[in-house]
Each structure stands twice: as C-alpha cells, then as structure tokens.
C-alpha cells in the first residue's frame, strides 16, 4: 500500500522543470511511474497551506489518473504544510495490513504552513512502521516563475526566490526507514520515483516465506517411460522366444 503526498503549493508553478512547470511534471511522473503498478493500492494526498485526500487506497488507476489530471495549483490556500500533508497520508494506510507500507512525499518547499508540525508526523510514521520516502523537487535559490504575458501573448517570466529545507526531508526519510532524494529536472525526478519503487519491491521480497525449491518432473517421468518401455520389451521377447 502506497500514499503519495504531493505539494501543489503555488510554487510548483515553477517554470525550471520542462516541458512546463514542475507540478505539470510530478503528475507526468506519478501516472508512469506509480499508476502502472497493478498490484498496488495507492492512495493520493494533496497539500498546499492545509492537507487533503484527494483518493483513499485503492486498485482503481483509472480513476486515480482522471484524479491526478485534475489536480492543479491555486485550489487549496496556499503555502507549505509538510507535516498536514504527511500526516493526512499516514492517517489513510493507519488501518492498512499490507506487508509493506510507505508514503512517497514530494515538495519543493521548506515547512511553513500546516497544524502537524513534521517532526510529530514523523513519529507517528516511525510508531505505525510506515516507510516516508521524500523527494525534493528543485534545488531552491532563484527560479524562473510565470508572470502573464507580454505584448504578444507569449509567456513573461520573473526570478523567484524558493526556500528549501533538505535537511528537514532527509531527517523525516532516515529516521522512518525511507530515504531522501533530490530531482532537479524530470529526468532525476524519474529516476528518484524508479529507485523509490525498486527499494519497495526488494523488501518484499526479503520478507517473503522462504519458497521450496522446485524440483524438474521431467527427467524423473522420462527415466519412467524408459523402464516401461524396456520391460515391455522384455516381456515381448520372452513371449516370442520357442519353449524348450
């Protein structure tokens, strides 16, 4: 079971991430990368100055992705509540009995908005043995943000300033058992999301039952049908033999 946090603060709006802005990509991603994944009931958070949830746990991708087409930025107050988001995300795999559980929390931000402080949610994802794997998208400092469009309709940009806190990211990762990443273009992006997914799989399958070693049938039933066919054999000769 797999809960995706993802931050769709107005700074996702950031134009450094092509083809379009970072959000635009982050759901790129999410759809290839996690929607494909059948066995797996993901569910989708969202946040911005608050926390929501936008798909509990479920198979269903198809809905998942109409979900995640629609998600968008200037919905939700804005600002960055990392730890409402990774609180609301935990609280939905708190009832969940799947062998391995984790969140996959993605920001471009520093904490600054929110009522969980991330410290607190983070002990509550160490209490309920819940992987947080964080990504940071971007590397903060000056970043090109749209601003209109000029005389000719064509997009204007300006030079934002976007802090970040990595050491928050990579504290909330280490002390859950998950790690940190950070992506700097989609490229990074995919692959963070691939090394997310394949750490996931591995653990499965170190805490799978061990499974018995299979044995090939196929020499042992044709050594039989050679014994038949020999005794057959012999049973024919003897028959055909003249009695003394």
């Not at 997310?196 to 499965?204: A, K």
């Given at each position: 079971?797999?809960?995706?946090?993802?931050?769709?603060?107005?700074?996702?709006?950031?134009?450094?991430?092509?083809?379009?802005?970072?959000?635009?990509?982050?759901?790129q991603?999410i759809?290839?990368?996690?929607?494909?994944?059948?066995?797996?009931?993901?569910?989708?958070?969202?946040?911005?100055?608050?926390?929501?949830?936008q798909?509990?746990?479920?198979?269903?991708?198809?809905?998942?992705?109409?979900?995640?087409?629609?998600?968008?930025t200037?919905?939700?107050?804005d600002g960055?509540?990392?730890g409402?988001?990774l609180?609301?995300?935990?609280?939905?795999?708190?009832?969940?009995?799947?062998?391995t559980?984790?969140?996959?929390?993605?920001t471009?931000?520093?904490?600054?908005?929110?009522?969980?402080?991330p410290?607190?949610?983070?002990?509550?994802?160490?209490?309920?043995?819940?992987?947080v794997?964080?990504?940071?998208?971007?590397?903060?400092g000056?970043?090109?943000?749209?601003d209109?469009?000029?005389?000719?309709?064509?997009?204007?940009?300006?030079?934002?300033?976007?802090?970040?806190?990595?050491?928050?990211?990579k504290?909330?990762?280490?002390?859950?058992?998950?790690?940190?990443?950070?992506a700097?273009?989609?490229?990074?992006?995919?692959t963070?999301?691939?090394?997310?997914l394949?750490?996931?799989?591995?653990?499965v399958?170190d805490g799978?039952?061990?499974?018995r070693e299979?044995i090939?049938?196929?020499?042992?039933l044709l050594?039989?049908?050679?014994l038949?066919?020999?005794?057959?054999?012999a049973?024919?000769?003897g028959?055909?033999?003249p009695?003394?």
């Amino acid at each position: 079971d797999l809960g995706v946090a993802l931050d769709v603060s107005g700074s996702m709006r950031a134009a450094d991430f092509q083809p379009k802005d970072r959000l635009f990509v982050a759901k790129q991603v999410i759809e290839e990368a996690v929607l494909v994944r059948p066995r797996d009931r993901v569910g989708l958070v969202v946040f911005a100055g608050a926390a929501f949830t936008q798909a509990p746990l479920t198979h269903d991708k198809g809905l998942l992705k109409d979900i995640l087409d629609g998600v968008r930025t200037g919905v939700i107050e804005d600002g960055t509540a990392i730890g409402d988001g990774l609180a609301t995300s935990l609280n939905r795999l708190r009832e969940s009995h799947a062998q391995t559980r984790a969140v996959i929390l993605l920001t471009d931000g520093d904490n600054n908005a929110g009522v969980i402080a991330p410290e607190s949610a983070t002990d509550l994802a160490v209490e309920l043995g819940v992987k947080v794997f964080t990504i940071l998208v971007g590397k903060g400092g000056q970043v090109p943000y749209p601003d209109g469009s000029d005389l000719f309709g064509a997009p204007r940009y300006v030079s934002v300033e976007i802090p970040v806190n990595p050491e928050l990211l990579k504290k909330i990762a280490t002390r859950s058992g998950g790690s940190f990443y950070v992506a700097t273009d989609a490229g990074s992006l995919r692959t963070s999301f691939q090394q997310v997914l394949d750490s996931l799989d591995r653990s499965v399958l170190d805490g799978a039952p061990p499974v018995r070693e299979k044995i090939p049938l196929s020499p042992l039933l044709l050594l039989i049908a050679v014994l038949c066919a020999a005794v057959a054999l012999a049973l024919w000769l003897g028959r055909a033999s003249p009695v003394p």
